[in-house]
Every structure is written in structure tokens, then in C-alpha cells.
């Protein structure tokens, strides 16, 4: 039997947490359509609604991002990638509608020598310190 060793791979989160405060009548008819069956909770119901108005707006958000040339999706910068770009003088101006993720063992040092500016439309996932390299720098 031959073992074979798994490489560790990073997984990529499918949700980001969000808190939203709703009114009292608004909250109450999320309730009245969950217990009749329509929903199978206040998150789905919250998820659907959501998605029903992406898809309202999908040109708009197509047309943006292709205008102000955002990465749609998932973007990594690795430790490797930001070396070759300050070996080659170069900066980045990342613009990302999705997730960002700066790998864990980018230094803060490294971040600011090679990112002029970080805008993230969702989540930008960094160490703290990467982070509050980058804190002004970040739209």
C-alpha cells in the first residue's frame, strides 16, 4: 500500500457574516412566511431576498465592474507573487468584487512595498497586521 500525502489546502470560505438590524413589523413578516413554510428560516429568507435583487441589478453590477476593471471572484496574493512584483520595481492597486486574500506569511513590510492600494467590494481576508499596514491605503 502506497500512502500518499495530501497536500494542506486552504479552503475558501463561502460565506461572510453579516448583522443587520431590521424593524419590529418587517421582522414579525419574516417570522409570519417562515412559520407558514415559505422559508426555512430568517436566514433563508434573508439570502433569497438578497439574490432576488442582485439578479434585479446584474447589468449594472456587470457593466461597473468591466468599467472600473474590479477582479470579479477570488483573488490571491501570495508571498511569491508580491516578491516578483517588488523584484520587478512594480506596485499593485488591487480592486477586487468578491474575496481578496493576502496569504498568512506576507509581511506587513512586504504588503506595503508592493500594494499601493487595496479596494475590496466584500471581504478582504489578511493577517491583523497585514491589515493595519495596509489601513491607509484601503478605500
Known amino acids: 500500500m502506497v500512502a500518499v500525502k495530501a497536500q494542506a489546502r486552504q479552503r475558501v470560505p463561502e460565506s461572510e457574516k453579516l448583522t443587520l438590524n431590521l424593524g419590529f413589523i418587517d421582522l414579525g413578516q419574516i ?8 422559508y426555512s428560516n430568517r436566514s433563508d429568507f ?5 439574490r432576488n435583487q442582485l ?3 446584474a447589468d449594472v453590477v ?3 465592474v468591466a468599467r472600473r476593471t474590479f ?4 483573488e490571491d496574493f501570495t508571498r511569491a507573487r ?4 517588488r523584484a520587478h520595481g512594480e506596485t499593485l492597486h488591487i480592486q477586487v468584487l468578491g474575496l481578496a486574500r493576502i496569504a498568512d506569511d506576507v509581511s506587513p513590510e ?3 512595498a508592493t500594494i499601493e492600494s487595496v479596494h475590496v467590494l466584500g471581504a478582504l481576508h489578511a493577517s491583523a497586521a497585514v491589515k ?4 491607509d491605503r484601503t478605500h
Open 31 to 38: 417570522d409570519l412566511l417562515v412559520q407558514e413554510g415559505f
Open 46 to 50: 434573508i439570502r433569497t431576498a438578497i
Open 55 to 57: 439578479a434585479v441589478h
Open 62 to 64: 456587470k457593466h461597473t
Open 71 to 74: 477582479v470579479l471572484g477570488l
Open 82 to 85: 508580491l516578491e516578483a512584483i
Open 110 to 112: 512586504l504588503a506595503r
Open 132 to 135: 493595519t499596514a495596509l489601513a
